[in-house]
């Protein structure tokens, strides 16, 4: 079954980058970083729910079918193309996926196009620049900065629960939980109790803040736990 609760996660994180002043080059790097921790799920393809959204941002750009760069070696098989509705494009057209034949484009009937995506093959062939990759953490802290920003008290609850989370259990950290905590989670914190979340519903259980601490948490996690739900930043 789909993980919904991390596709709406990223979805609406998506959304949140989008009203972001910053750069579209930027923008495009968290993007493209929010759909490689959706690809770690088991998560649906969901780009077509901001498909706008994404093309507004130069993260994906289309092309018809006669512009891919193997149309002219693989006449058939785009041919072939053009009677499906949605259709992945490998880098080899011809061949069924595999870890050395990897999606490159997308096409889609209704709008009787090809996508390809920020950093993918297809991209990389046509154009220039590629992602900037950011830690979890980085990125983490940099969407709930950016809904702060946005006084967007939602996403700043949601991050700041996947963060604790999937980020100190799913996500294995590189650093100590006292790095992270004095690097990313004292910040985060001071952001969080800003606002009240007394009557705040998580989108979802794995996504809602625990309230104290469990028997399944390690002595460290507990103890974080502890300080993340106290009043103190110290």
Same mark, same amino acid.
């Given at each position: 079954?789909?993980?919904?609760?991390?596709?709406?996660?990223?979805?609406?994180?998506?959304?949140?980058?989008?009203?972001?002043?910053?750069?579209?080059?930027?923008?495009?790097?968290?993007?493209?970083?929010?759909?490689?921790?959706?690809?770690?799920?088991?998560?649906?393809?969901?780009?077509?729910?901001?498909?706008?959204?994404?093309?507004?941002?130069?993260?994906?750009?289309?092309?018809? =079918?006669?512009?891919?760069?193997? +149309?002219? *070696?693989?006449?058939?098989?785009? %041919?072939? !193309? @053009?009677?499906?509705? &949605?259709?992945?494009?490998?880098?080899?057209?011809?061949?069924?996926?595999?870890?050395?034949?990897?999606?490159?484009?997308?096409?889609?009937?209704?709008?009787?196009?090809?996508?390809?995506?920020?950093?993918?093959?297809?991209?990389?062939?046509?154009?220039?620049?590629?992602?900037?990759?950011?830690?979890?953490?980085?990125?983490?802290?940099?969407?709930?900065?950016?809904?702060?920003?946005?006084?967007?008290?939602?996403?700043?609850?949601?991050?700041?629960?996947?963060? =604790?989370?999937?980020?100190?259990? +799913?996500? *294995?950290?590189?650093?100590?939980? %006292?790095? !992270? @905590?004095?690097?990313? &989670?004292?910040?985060?914190?001071?952001?969080?109790?800003?606002?009240?979340?007394?009557?705040?519903?998580?989108?979802?259980?794995?996504?809602?803040?625990?309230?104290?601490?469990?028997?399944?948490?390690?002595?460290?996690?507990?103890?974080?736990?502890?300080?993340?739900?106290?009043?103190?930043?110290?």
């Amino acid at each position: 079954m789909s993980m919904w609760e991390i596709e709406a996660l990223i979805e609406e994180a998506v959304r949140l980058i989008d009203k972001s002043q910053k750069e579209k080059k930027y923008k495009r790097s968290i993007i493209w970083n929010l759909y490689e921790i959706q690809e770690q799920f088991d998560c649906s393809f969901t780009n077509f729910r901001v498909i706008q959204l994404l093309l507004k941002n130069g993260y994906t750009k289309t092309i018809q =079918i006669e512009e891919h760069p193997s +149309f002219s *070696k693989h006449t058939a098989y785009f %041919d072939a !193309l @053009k009677t499906k509705e &949605f259709e992945f494009i490998h880098v080899n057209v011809d061949k069924v996926w595999s870890s050395d034949n990897p999606v490159a484009a997308y096409w889609d009937q209704k709008s009787k196009s090809i996508y390809y995506d920020f950093g993918s093959p297809l991209w990389d062939q046509l154009e220039e620049d590629s992602p900037q990759e950011f830690d979890l953490y980085d990125l983490s802290l940099e969407i709930i900065l950016e809904a702060h920003e946005q006084k967007d008290k939602n996403r700043v609850y949601d991050w700041t629960a996947f963060l =604790i989370n999937y980020g100190l259990n +799913f996500f *294995k950290p590189n650093h100590s939980i %006292d790095f !992270l @905590k004095e690097t990313y &989670f004292r910040a985060i914190k001071a952001i969080f109790q800003q606002y009240d979340f007394s009557s705040y519903k998580a989108m979802h259980p794995s996504l809602e803040i625990m309230e104290a601490p469990l028997e399944w948490l390690g002595e460290e996690e507990n103890d974080f736990l502890q300080w993340f739900n106290s009043q103190t930043i110290v």
